[in-house]
């Protein structure tokens, strides 16, 4: 009968350290989902959005004045490749534009997400199969979140390479208008 009862303790106590360890597995799993988390939020609020701002106001200032001062006649085939280049401001700010408040609202989402995972794992109040799907939905959102934040990048960096190789040569020549 002792022998039972110790091997039964024996299996309860095996059983206990595998769970401790899985969750032990899954704590470390959710802190390098916020680890990663924290290093997306760095890198997003790494765009500097009043330079962003600065160079569509430019754009709208000169495509302006191109409308009012520029006549079709007077065509000026790389002035007019120009402009097409330069447009790409327009449709990137407001890319960027509409997607800087989804990213932030996604980064709260996601920190608060993250945070009540960690603190049902410290209280034990999700294992197994439900634990698993919790997980892999925070693989997801983190990932999900990466694609849209370098994106977001990605379009900051275009805006801001076709600004700083076009906007000075429009602007030199809506000047001259």
């Not at 760095?42 to 160079?55: G, L, M, P, Q, R």
């Not at 447009?87 to 407001?94: F, L, P, R, S």
């Not at 997400?113 to 960690?118: P, R, S, Y």
């Not at 960096?157 to 076009?166: A, I, K």
């Amino acid at each position: 009968m002792w022998r039972k009862l110790n091997v039964l303790f024996l299996v309860t106590l095996g059983m206990l350290s595998s769970c401790v360890f899985k969750d032990e597995e899954a704590i470390k799993e959710v802190e390098r989902f916020q680890k990663k988390t924290e290093e997306l939020k760095k890198d997003f609020d790494s765009v500097d959005f009043n330079e962003i701002k600065a160079a569509k106001k430019q754009y709208d200032e000169s495509i302006a004045l191109i409308k009012k001062y520029y006549f079709a006649d007077t065509i000026d085939h790389r002035f007019m490749s120009s402009i097409d280049f330069y447009k790409n401001v327009k449709h990137a700010y407001k890319v960027m534009n509409k997607n800087k408040d989804i990213i932030t609202k996604n980064f709260d989402l996601v920190h608060h997400q993250l945070e009540t995972l960690k603190t049902d794992l410290d209280n034990t109040a999700i294992e197994g199969e439900p634990l698993q799907k919790a997980l892999e939905n925070e693989r997801n959102n983190v990932r999900l979140l990466d694609s849209a934040v370098n994106v977001y990048l990605q379009n900051a960096q275009q805006l801001m390479m076709v600004h700083d190789s076009v906007a000075g040569y429009i602007k030199h020549k809506t000047l001259t208008f």
